[in-house]
């Protein structure tokens, strides 16, 4: 599983409001160890004040769900990692998260993020094969 979520190139995370309302919003991550990574980045938003943000801020439990899907059903998977999240303003972690991105993706490379970022400690991995 650690494998598949690492190579992925997309995923999905879920938050809570604080009305337990669900948000699920797609997001490029980096893997390290059972840290999983997602920054604030420079595409095009209504707004830098991002909903998941204050959602985490609010309640830190969080899921983040990455498959993979065609037309070949044998090749299907998902893996879903739940556990709690932080949002990282700055300091050597926040750091450490960029890199990890800029090393993952070149766009982010080319245009590199500026923060803040989410650090989700994963404290269950689920998920399914074909």
């Not at 494998?3 to 997001?27: C, F, K, M, W, Y």
């Not at 750091?95 to 993706?105: D, H, M, S, V």
Request: with cysteine; hydrophobic share 40%.
């Amino acid at each position: 599983m650690r494998e598949q979520v690492a190579a992925a190139r997309v995923g999905r995370l879920a938050t809570l409001d604080a009305e337990g309302r669900q948000h699920l919003v797609p997001i490029c991550f980096a893997l390290n160890g059972d840290r999983l990574y997602s920054a604030v980045d420079e595409k095009p938003k209504r707004s830098r004040r991002l909903k998941r943000l204050a959602n985490i801020r609010g309640n830190p439990h969080v899921s983040v769900l990455v498959d993979h899907y065609e037309e070949d059903w044998t090749r299907l998977w998902w893996v879903r990692v739940d556990g709690k999240a932080e949002v990282l303003e700055d300091g050597p972690e926040l750091e450490r998260a960029l890199a990890l991105l800029g090393a993952k993706y070149e766009q982010y490379r080319a245009e590199p993020p500026l923060g803040p970022a989410i650090a989700l400690q994963i404290e269950t991995w689920k998920g399914w094969q074909a």
